[in-house]
């Protein structure tokens, strides 16, 4: 017999269960933050890891292949990267001399305009730095702090997302003893999560590639140096939704500001950033990872931001595919489909109206 609770118990239970979530991720985010990662890289090498087995390797070899064939993909992505990051550095005296000039030029704009005197100028800069540097130490323990966290996480990361490849059979089976239900229900949810989150990680590398594309023939167009290195990174920032390609805009127009005698070039590198950012957010996006992760964009955005507070950069890529796997469970239970359908995106919307509609008549 099915028990209706009143609709105050049902708030105030599902309001405690958000706050026990967020207190769950925030303070366990030194092992949930890798944990997702690793499941995320398993569930995009499982189908690699099958086709290998389809050709006669055993299933450790299988897993074993796909992660170094992941890795050697990223170590050659890199290895580009850095030669081109490389070059830049080396024009870093340029720069420097580059930014004394412009330093002169503020000093007797502002001696111009509000008559303070190089020595003023000189006092005020004095004290900024001053507390920059009072600053600087606990900057630089947490700075230190995360970067050895990102080199532990790296350096379980194969290890984490083999055992997860390894022992999927075995999450199934678990599943099937501790829930009680249809397993054949039970096996939908999994091989759902499964495609949704394969999808989304092959239609973001499509994003990424396409947009990499768009900005190399942009920069070279515009005529600025180290092109691939800059088309590179503001396209793989890209994986933050929203606000990922403007913040990887930002070392090519300061480049261009430092490293071009006319102002037409960092014009024309905003330009070229804001034509691949509205293309990328109405016509890439929506038609390549829309069609995969059927997440409205307002539930993305919050998912965005909430992602960003308690996981960092970290939780801004990770929040809008887990939200989509949130879903398909959602979809997948009786009880909580209401909240799967508020997680969907347009075409849902509609095709759900339909469908009440023509039950209506």
Same mark, same amino acid.
């Given at each position: 017999m099915k028990r209706d609770f009143p609709i105050w118990l049902k708030g105030t239970t599902i309001v405690l269960g958000i706050i026990l979530l967020f207190v769950v991720l925030s303070y366990g985010k030194f092992i949930l933050m890798p944990l997702a990662f690793a499941a995320l890289i398993a569930m995009m090498l499982e189908p690699i890891s099958a086709w290998l087995e389809r050709y006669k390797f055993n299933r450790v070899l299988a897993i074993i292949t796909s992660i170094i064939l992941i890795a050697v993909i990223l170590g050659g992505i890199m290895s580009l990267l850095s030669i081109q990051f490389i070059q830049f550095a080396d024009r870093l005296p340029e720069a420097n001399a580059k930014l004394q000039t412009l330093s002169n030029d503020l000093i007797q704009f502002f001696e111009s305009t509000f008559s303070l005197s190089p020595d003023r100028q000189v006092q005020f800069l004095e004290r900024g730095l001053e507390t920059a540097i009072n600053k600087s130490g606990e900057y630089i323990s947490t700075v230190l702090g995360a970067t050895t966290s990102v080199f532990t996480t790296v350096g379980l990361l194969p290890f984490f997302v083999f055992f997860m490849m390894y022992y999927k059979k075995m999450y199934?089976?678990?599943?099937?003893?501790?829930?009680?239900?249809?397993?054949?229900?039970?096996?939908?949810?999994?091989?759902?999560?499964?495609?949704?989150?394969?999808?989304?990680?092959?239609?973001?590398?499509?994003?990424?590639? *396409? $947009? &990499?594309?768009?900005?190399? =023939? @942009?920069?070279?167009?515009?005529?600025i140096?180290? %092109?691939? !290195?800059?088309?590179? +990174?503001?396209? *793989? $920032? &890209?994986?933050?939704?929203? =606000? @990922?390609?403007?913040?990887?805009?930002?070392?090519? %127009?300061? !480049?261009?500001?430092? +490293?071009t005698d006319s102002l037409l070039n960092p014009i024309g590198v905003v330009a070229v950033f804001a034509v691949v950012q509205f293309l990328e957010g109405n016509f890439i996006t929506p038609n390549v990872i829309g069609s995969k992760v059927s997440i409205n964009p307002f539930m993305a955005l919050i998912a965005l931001i909430i992602g960003g507070q308690l996981w960092g950069i970290s939780g801004m890529i990770l929040f809008v595919p887990l939200l989509g796997i949130l879903k398909c469970v959602f979809d997948q239970v009786d009880g909580l489909k209401p909240y799967g359908y508020l997680l969907g995106n347009r075409t849902e919307y509609q095709t759900a109206e339909i469908k009440t509609e023509s039950k209506g008549d």
């Amino acid at each position: 017999m099915k028990r209706d609770f009143p609709i105050w118990l049902k708030g105030t239970t599902i309001v405690l269960g958000i706050i026990l979530l967020f207190v769950v991720l925030s303070y366990g985010k030194f092992i949930l933050m890798p944990l997702a990662f690793a499941a995320l890289i398993a569930m995009m090498l499982e189908p690699i890891s099958a086709w290998l087995e389809r050709y006669k390797f055993n299933r450790v070899l299988a897993i074993i292949t796909s992660i170094i064939l992941i890795a050697v993909i990223l170590g050659g992505i890199m290895s580009l990267l850095s030669i081109q990051f490389i070059q830049f550095a080396d024009r870093l005296p340029e720069a420097n001399a580059k930014l004394q000039t412009l330093s002169n030029d503020l000093i007797q704009f502002f001696e111009s305009t509000f008559s303070l005197s190089p020595d003023r100028q000189v006092q005020f800069l004095e004290r900024g730095l001053e507390t920059a540097i009072n600053k600087s130490g606990e900057y630089i323990s947490t700075v230190l702090g995360a970067t050895t966290s990102v080199f532990t996480t790296v350096g379980l990361l194969p290890f984490f997302v083999f055992f997860m490849m390894y022992y999927k059979k075995m999450y199934r089976t678990f599943l099937h003893s501790a829930v009680e239900g249809n397993n054949d229900a039970i096996d939908s949810v999994i091989d759902n999560i499964q495609s949704v989150t394969q999808n989304y990680i092959v239609g973001m590398i499509t994003v990424v590639t *396409i $947009l &990499a594309i768009l900005n190399v =023939i @942009g920069l070279w167009i515009v005529g600025i140096d180290h %092109i691939l !290195f800059f088309a590179a +990174f503001a396209a *793989i $920032l &890209a994986v933050i939704p929203y =606000i @990922g390609i403007i913040l990887g805009s930002l070392p090519a %127009i300061v !480049f261009a500001l430092l +490293f071009t005698d006319s102002l037409l070039n960092p014009i024309g590198v905003v330009a070229v950033f804001a034509v691949v950012q509205f293309l990328e957010g109405n016509f890439i996006t929506p038609n390549v990872i829309g069609s995969k992760v059927s997440i409205n964009p307002f539930m993305a955005l919050i998912a965005l931001i909430i992602g960003g507070q308690l996981w960092g950069i970290s939780g801004m890529i990770l929040f809008v595919p887990l939200l989509g796997i949130l879903k398909c469970v959602f979809d997948q239970v009786d009880g909580l489909k209401p909240y799967g359908y508020l997680l969907g995106n347009r075409t849902e919307y509609q095709t759900a109206e339909i469908k009440t509609e023509s039950k209506g008549d």
